[in-house]
């Protein structure tokens, strides 16, 4: 089965600093990968998905994320952080046609004023 | 629209009672998920509704959690003799259809406290 890897639990920033959240998977094909994030008291929602193609996707809030396939990675990234992206982050993994996604610990970022 | 929703949004029971936690998809999405989120843990895979297929329940961590899914719509996951360790978050997500391309649509969740 895939899983996931973040290895940082917990980051800080400063606002207006960049940032990059790491991820990494383990699956023996092209997987299939995403980024969610879970602000305070809210649901969980999609940043961006990679399935094929273009090795760097952009996702919505100004993220990016780029999968590179010989280091296991999709880390996410974003030039300028803001204040509001204090949140969770998810990545998560899945397989073509399979019902199962596997998600990642989590990271936790603070955004310093 | 309406999104995913969940009910109780709160839910503290004794060991060894029982739960129903309920979720109500996005109007029109065939597939509905539950999670599980523990403290520093993550998000993990409970049981996967897909139309009318036979559950995908390989996730389910013990025999005391079930989950049904009526008219291919509400479902309610019922966790048995709760123990202490049920302690954690149960998100429901839904999608469009069956794979893994459609983007998961997750409730604000429901969090259960065993004591």
């Known amino acids: 089965a895939q899983s996931v890897t973040q290895p940082d639990i917990h980051i800080t920033v400063s606002e207006g600093a960049s940032l990059e959240l790491r991820c990494n998977y383990s699956?023996?094909?092209?997987?299939?990968l995403f980024w969610y994030v879970q602000s305070p008291g809210q649901g969980l929602q999609l940043l961006l998905k990679?399935?094929?193609?273009?090795?760097l996707v952009q996702g919505i809030k100004g993220f990016e994320a780029e999968f590179k396939r010989s280091q296991s990675s999709f880390n996410l990234r974003k030039p300028s952080v803001h204040w509001s992206d204090a949140a969770e982050y998810f990545c998560?993994?899945?397989?073509?046609?399979?019902?199962?996604?596997?998600f990642g610990a989590g990271t936790r970022l603070t955004v310093k004023p | 629209g309406a999104g995913v929703s969940q009910s109780p949004s709160n839910k503290v029971t004794e060991k060894g009672k029982d739960v129903e936690l309920r979720c109500d998809p996005i109007?029109?999405?065939?597939?509905l998920y539950w999670y599980r989120q523990s403290l520093g843990q993550g998000l993990e895979f409970l049981i996967y509704?897909?139309?009318?297929?036979?559950?995908?329940k390989s996730g389910l961590p013990s025999d005391r959690f079930s989950a049904e899914r009526t008219g291919g719509s509400v479902s309610t996951l019922t966790i048995q003799r709760t123990q202490q360790e049920d302690s954690a978050v149960y998100l429901c997500?839904?999608?469009?259809?069956?794979?893994?391309?459609?983007?998961?649509?997750f409730g604000p969740g429901t969090r259960l406290t065993v004591t």
């Open positions: 109007s029109g999405h065939t597939a």
């Open positions: 998560a993994v899945g397989r073509y046609n399979n019902n199962d996604m596997r």
């Open positions: 997500a839904s999608t469009p259809g069956g794979t893994q391309y459609y983007e998961q649509y």
């Open positions: 509704f897909q139309g009318n297929s036979a559950p995908d």
């Open positions: 990679y399935f094929s193609g273009d090795t």
């Open positions: 699956y023996g094909a092209t997987p299939y």
